[in-house]
């Protein structure tokens, strides 16, 4: 017989996989699965969504996943849970990229139960602070709009960085003007080279939509039309595979803006799983504190322009993803797949 308590934990773990669905995507690929068991949620990847042009590797599938995850955790926080991680399990089914317990059961509705302890990978992210994220998820948006000549306070990129620190990953402003002009240069090389393929414009165009009913893919309503970019200095990706994007053309995507690089110490999947919670982590602080952003990954995407970042910034990290931060108008919500298409449960 299930408990109250059961009940209510399960409740909250079936809660935390909607928050989770809400997390940014490569492409809002949606890249991922759960399983709902009476006190695990196991986030698992969907490799029949992994993009094979774009990422052979997984790595933008696995930064995804991780962006779900840092969802689930800040809604088990701000349920009053503190939520018990463990990265990649089970070596045998490499796909259940992390396994959420609630550890002690804790609710603001519950006398505390007995402490539970995970198994000896488990690592306990209890970490009450993120909890008042949850009210940001629904807000965090791609923003592929022009921004302001709005400043970015250093003080606020410290914080960001310190953020990113608690993810265990690297968030690295760049700064002076030769960095931002390799980065520039590199990122246009990167988009020219991918544009020249026809494999990747084809899955592009299957990845981009104006249907109003589709629950995946990017939509027209959230892309510059004609794909903007001709004034860009560092270009975003061109969605308008049909001249239909609603929003206005002139993005202005320039080196004066405020430029993060986000990375780790190493570029396997448990790193790309961490990168992928500091990047949720750092996307809803800047949602949290009304700056708007867009990541830049063709850079990261083509192998031969991200070797020359590394080495033209001196980077001891591995970079993942660029992000551009500044002030811009809202830009409309994309949607998801409805929770039991993506959701299972057990037990």
């Known amino acids: 017989m299930t408990s109250l308590a059961d009940s209510t934990i399960v409740q909250a773990l079936r809660r935390a996989a909607v928050r989770a669905t809400l997390a940014p995507s490569v492409h809002n690929t949606q890249p991922w699965r759960f399983v709902l068991g009476q006190d ?26 991780g962006c779900a995850l840092f969802n689930a955790r800040v809604a088990l926080e701000a349920a009053g849970y ?56 629904d807000l965090r948006r791609t923003n592929r709009r022009r921004f302001a000549e709005d400043i970015v306070p250093d003080e606020f990129v410290a914080d960001l960085i310190a953020a990113a620190q608690r993810e265990g990953s690297q968030l690295t402003p760049i700064t002076r003007p030769e960095q931002r002009i390799s980065v520039a240069v590199l990122s246009q090389r990167a988009d020219a080279e991918q544009n020249a393929d026809p494999a990747y414009r084809a899955e592009l165009r299957s990845w981009s939509t ?23 200095e560092v270009p975003i990706r061109d969605f308008d595979t049909d001249g239909v994007g609603a929003l206005p053309n002139e993005t202005h ?30 996307w809803l602080e800047i949602t949290r504190h009304g700056f708007a952003m867009s990541p830049l990954t ?30 811009a108008a809202n830009t409309p919500a994309t949607r998801r797949r409805r929770l039991v298409d993506v959701l299972e449960a057990t037990g």
């Open 298 to 327: 063709q850079v990261i995407e083509v192998a031969a322009t991200r070797a020359l970042l590394r080495h033209e910034l001196a980077l001891s990290m591995q970079p993942h993803v660029l992000l551009r931060v500044g002030r």
């Open 82 to 137: 503190r939520p018990v991680i463990e990265r990649f399990p089970d070596p045998l089914h490499t796909e259940i990229v992390a396994r959420v317990t609630v550890a002690d059961g804790r609710s603001p509705d519950l006398p505390a139960a007995g402490a539970r302890s995970g198994s000896a990978t488990s690592e306990s992210d209890g970490d009450s602070a993120i909890g008042g994220l949850n009210a940001v998820i």
């Open 210 to 232: 104006d249907d109003p009913m589709r629950v995946d893919g990017v939509p027209a309503t959230v892309v510059p039309r004609g794909g903007g970019g001709a004034q860009d």
């Open 40 to 65: 695990t949620l196991e986030i698992r990847s969907d490799p029949t969504r992994r993009l094979a042009v774009l990422d052979p590797t997984g790595r933008q599938m696995m930064i995804s996943c």
């Open 253 to 282: 995507s320039g080196t004066n803006q405020c430029l993060l690089l986000l990375g780790s110490p190493g570029d396997g999947p448990a790193d790309w799983l961490r990168a992928g919670e500091a990047l949720e982590h750092v």
